[in-house]
């Protein structure tokens, strides 16, 4: 799996996966929040599928 998250992007999708995940365990927000866990696994993970599936990626280039 080729990386497509650069390292911005990862921190600030890890930020408000944990953020969205705690509004919801605590019922600020509701049921919803836990959609938080997408960009939360995403920034882990460094893949986007949205990303792959539209050729985006916010990786720097490597390079050769």
């Known amino acids: 799996m080729k ?3 650069g390292s911005t992007d990862r ?3 890890i930020i408000a996966g944990l953020v969205l995940i705690g509004l919801a365990a605590s019922g ?3 049921v919803w929040g836990y ?3 997408v960009p939360l696994l995403t ?3 460094k893949f986007c599928p949205a990303y792959a599936l539209f050729g985006l990626s916010t990786c720097p280039l490597e390079k050769k």
């Open 3 to 5: 990386f497509n998250v």
């Open 11 to 13: 921190v600030l999708r």
């Open 28 to 30: 600020t927000v509701g």
């Open 35 to 37: 959609i938080g866990v």
């Open 43 to 45: 920034g882990l993970f």
